[in-house]
């Protein structure tokens, strides 16, 4: 069974960084793509990020320039590292299992992510 786990989320300042991690296991990670999501004050999930099995990176244009997201397969992880951070982008942050750009149904529970003045 596949399971995805979140992590690295906190309480930071204005202006400051995070690095989230999305570790996976009970799946052959490298065959999957890995989508950072964000979750909207509507409860929707906005796509933050997604980095595919062969590397590939893109962003929400918003999000250019601030965040990066990469991966390290022989650790079954994906990571999104966040720069200058505002306080409209602390909010609770998933990470998916994708194949082909397409959502699965491997999601983790999300970590929290704070940004305060």
């Known amino acids: 069974q596949v399971q995805v786990v979140e992590s690295g989320g906190g309480l930071v300042q204005i202006g400051g960084s995070l690095r989230l991690s999305c570790t996976a296991s009970g799946s052959s990670f490298s065959k999957y793509g890995v989508g950072w999501y964000r979750q909207r004050p509507d409860n929707q999930r906005e796509l933050v990020a997604d980095i595919t099995a062969t590397g590939k990176t893109t962003y929400r244009d918003s999000l250019k320039g601030r965040f990066t997201i990469s991966r390290d397969n022989a650790k079954s992880t994906a990571y999104l590292q966040m720069n200058s951070l505002k306080p409209e982008d602390g909010t609770r942050y998933f990470c998916?299992?994708?194949?082909?750009?397409?959502?699965?149904?491997?999601w983790g529970q999300g970590t929290q992510v704070t940004v305060s003045s």
């Open positions: 998916n299992l994708d194949e082909d750009g397409l959502p699965t149904d491997y």
